[in-house]
Each structure stands twice: as structure tokens, then as C-alpha cells.
């Protein structure tokens, strides 16, 4: 049984930071996909950090690059977004998604459908 298990989400003001972790659990392989998607209220699903963790391969949204990085722990299977100058507009339900890939470019954002498994997502405030 796969399971993504989030962490970390909360209220700060902005210009201020937090961290993310997703735990994953149940992946038989070492390679597959892992990111963060976030929804704010009225708007559509945005990718917006992935990463490949066969070789570490990341793709950043435009709106969070050289503001959000990556870390992982591979020996606990857990995957850390670290968000940095936040602003309001990066309110929004943060979610971990991943899904085994045969190669990095399959966790792009042409190919969102390899992210199979989700999890309960963890709200993120930025206030003003």
C-alpha cells in the first residue's frame, strides 16, 4: 500500500519561510517521481516543485524558482520542500503526489498523469 504522508504547512507572514515533508511509504522502486501541487481557492491544481529521485532531476514553477528548493532524506523516503520569501499568493492546500517513472523527463510538467498517488494535503497561509 503506497502512502504519502505531509507535513509541516501552517500560517506565516510574508517574507517568512517553512518546510514541507512528504513521507512516502509502499514504492517497491527507487525511481518515480515525487512532487508538491498546490490549489488555492477558485484556481486550478499548479505544479509547483518535482523531483526524480532515481538520479534527483528537478523541475520548478516558474512562480516558486529561486524561492523553493528540494531536499531529500532517502534513507526515510522522505522528500522536504523548503519555502523561502513567501507571499500571500502562495496560499493555498499543498499536496505530495508520486508515481514510478521510467526516466526524469516523465516528471515534468508534460506529463502530470504519472503522478498516481496523492496525499491528504496540508494548508500553507501567507498573510500580508
Known sequence: LVQ??????GSVQAG????????????T???YCMGWFRQAPG???????????GGGTTYY??????RFTFSQDISKNTLYLQMNSLKP??????YCAAGW???PQYCSGA???TYTDWGQGTQVTVSS
Open 29 to 31: 522502486s527507487r525511481t
Open 61 to 66: 514553477g516558474d512562480s516558486v524558482k529561486g
Open 89 to 94: 499568493e502562495d496560499t493555498a492546500i499543498y
Open 43 to 53: 484556481k486550478e491544481r499548479e505544479g509547483v516543485a518535482r523531483i526524480y529521485t
Open 4 to 9: 504519502l504522508v505531509e507535513s509541516g504547512g
Open 111 to 113: 506529463f502530470d498523469s
Open 101 to 103: 517513472a521510467p526516466g
Open 16 to 27: 517568512g519561510s517553512l518546510r514541507l515533508s512528504c513521507a512516502a511509504s509502499g514504492y
